[in-house]
């Protein structure tokens, strides 16, 4: 997938998550903890974050039941891995920060980790109280599909938000 396709990817899902969240707002007004939740699970999953998503995870989960709130926090997530795509995508490929990286020993031997087992390194470290923001950024370097990341993500954050919630 090219990198305009990325941009308009990652606008068409950020507009979609917010005007979902502005219905469901009026839809469901006792949801609105659980929807401030999912706003706020997308800026603490993008990038590097420094936003820890824990907190706010385990208050939302005191109201609302383990499996919505592990829904919302994948859909955040997954809304988070799209922008990053474009984000992330264009630093990585841009040709001065490329350089940098093509020719760094240890990106180079994360590279090959990384090339073995792509979507189990994914989904592991999505699964994992880890940080995740080193597989994300090699799956991006390497143009590892968006989709199998996505269903990476969900496979591995779903089963760890819902245990969360559950605590």
């Not at 305009?4 to 899902?13: E, H, K, M, S």
């Not at 630093?91 to 940098?100: C, G, M, P, Q």
């Not at 999505?126 to 991006?140: H, N, Q």
Request: include cysteine; charge should be positive.
């Amino acid at each position: 997938t090219s990198r305009p396709a990325y941009r308009a990817a990652a606008i068409v899902t950020l507009t979609a998550a917010l005007v979902a969240a502005g219905i469901a707002a009026l839809v469901w007004p006792d949801a609105r903890g659980l929807i401030g939740y999912g706003l706020y699970a997308i800026p603490a999953h993008l990038l590097v974050s420094v936003l820890a998503n824990e907190p706010m995870l385990l208050a939302t989960a005191k109201s609302y039941s383990p499996t919505l709130v592990a829904a919302v926090g994948t859909g955040g997530c997954l809304v988070a891995i799209v922008l990053d795509y474009a984000m992330i995508g264009w630093l990585v490929n841009h040709r001065l920060i490329r350089a940098e990286i093509d020719e760094s020993g240890g990106f180079k031997t994360a590279q090959r980790i990384f090339g073995r087992a792509p979507f189990l390194l994914i989904a592991g470290s999505a699964l994992l109280p880890v940080p995740f923001y080193p597989a994300k950024i090699l799956a991006i370097a390497r143009d590892y599909p968006m989709s199998r990341v996505c269903l990476a993500l969900v496979l591995g954050r779903f089963p760890l938000f819902y245990l969360l919630a559950l605590g």
